[in-house]
């Protein structure tokens, strides 16, 4: 079974930064893509970023481009994203996401509010004071 565990997120000021992790335990043989989400009260769950088995990449939130980074450990199963310039429109939970794919190439869209992913966290909560 598949678990994923995000830490990391907490209260910071605009302009701050915060390092999210989400350590991933239970994969079987094969390739897995891995992504962040985010849900804000009384807004749809959005798509944030995504990552491949190799370590390519995506955005999918135009408002986080420049200011996020997400990257991936394979060795240690571990999905990182790290926020810059936070800005209070940033304040989310924010949900770690995985699905089996067919090649380590493959990266799961996350538009769409990752109807692709299979596998959820907890979420940990960001929030940003102005």
């Known amino acids: 079974q598949v678990q994923l565990v995000e830490s990391g997120g907490g209260s910071v000021q605009a302009g701050g930064s915060l390092r999210l992790s989400c350590a991933a335990s239970?994969?079987?043989?094969?390739?897995?893509?891995m992504g962040w989400f985010r849900q804000a009260p009384g807004k749809e769950r959005e798509g944030v970023a995504a990552?491949?088995?190799?370590?390519?990449?995506?955005y999918c939130a135009d408002s986080v481009k420049g200011r996020f980074t997400i990257s991936r450990d394979g060795a240690k199963n571990t999905l990182y994203l790290q926020m810059n310039n936070l800005k209070p429109e940033d304040t989310a939970m924010y949900y770690c996401?995985?699905?089996?794919?067919?090649?380590?190439?493959?990266?799961?869209?996350?538009?769409?509010?990752?109807?692709?992913?299979?596998?959820w966290g907890q979420g940990t909560q960001v929030t940003v004071s102005s």
């Open positions: 239970g994969y079987t043989d094969g390739s897995y893509s």
């Open positions: 990552a491949n088995a190799v370590g390519t990449s995506t």
């Open positions: 996401a995985a699905s089996k794919v067919p090649s380590s190439n493959y990266i799961a869209p996350c538009t769409g509010g990752g109807q692709e992913y299979k596998y």
